[in-house]
């Protein structure tokens, strides 16, 4: 709005930290981490401040906020800040900026921290190597929790002096959720879902197709009870559906192996193989496609 670059202003943030109001100072160009702000804290909960709270802390609302002669709140600014001059901030009236703000003569400056995201192409602290960003999914994760829980439900245990002292807690965890996500991210293709074996729901799929006669009914219960003798997790999708439905739901959910069962190939002995993985379909005899099928599976494993 002032013609300011960003990287030339002083973005002021309000949280709250354990109920005390704090000041957070950024670059413009910067994105805070929450995350970083709880390490840098210690506090157990940290939150933005409401439009009251932050009124009430500097006098104005968001879009004029800035530190130059706070005093009474603590600052906490980004590594970025430090020696920067000729800056542009909040004068904690609406509508009202400073500029020519030098942050070790205007701003006291309660701790200094690294607050901010880093972004792709910035040289790593330790080796200099350009930085790159990547998208990932979290499936675990480690919390530092303090003494939050310790101190709230009274737990003590005795020291190697025999005296009672509060533990130190950490949270570690796998989420079951997010590592279901995170493989169908990494494992689809545009019909559906490409479970690896080792995960998947069902393992095989039999599917009869075609008029519903006794020999095909008869190879499809020996089929799946074959399988199920093998330890495989098998479904039979007996619907009244065209192959076509049931063959794109099978793709959908993603089973790795499908066992077509029809009159046309019985009446030559076999049945269809379809690995999903690859599309790739095979004819094998009715009497070995149990054992084929448990075979590939235990070398996918």
Known sequence: MH???AEHQIKTLVFIADSRPLLVLVRGDHSLVE??????????????????EIKSALGALPGSLGAVGVTGLTVLADHALAGRTAMTTGANQDGVHLRGVDLARDITVTHWADLREVRAGEPCIECGTALQVVRTVEVGHIFKLGYKYTEALGVTVLGQDGTAVKPIMGSYGIGIERAIAAIVETHHDEKGIVWPAAVAPFEVAVVPIGKNDEQ???????????????????????????????????ELVGIPYRIT??????KEGVVEVTTRATGETTQVPVASAAARVAALLRSAD
């Open 216 to 250: 095909t009914a008869a190879v499809v219960d020996d089929l799946y009870a074959q399988l199920r003798a093998e330890r495989v997790d098998v479904v039979l999708d007996d619907r009244d559906e065209r192959p076509g439905v049931k063959f794109a739901d099978i």
């Open 261 to 266: 069962v029809g009159p046309r190939g019985l």
């Open 3 to 5: 013609g300011v670059p």
């Open 35 to 52: 995350q970083k702000l709880l390490d840098a804290t210690g506090a157990r909960a940290v939150r933005p401040a409401d439009a009251d």
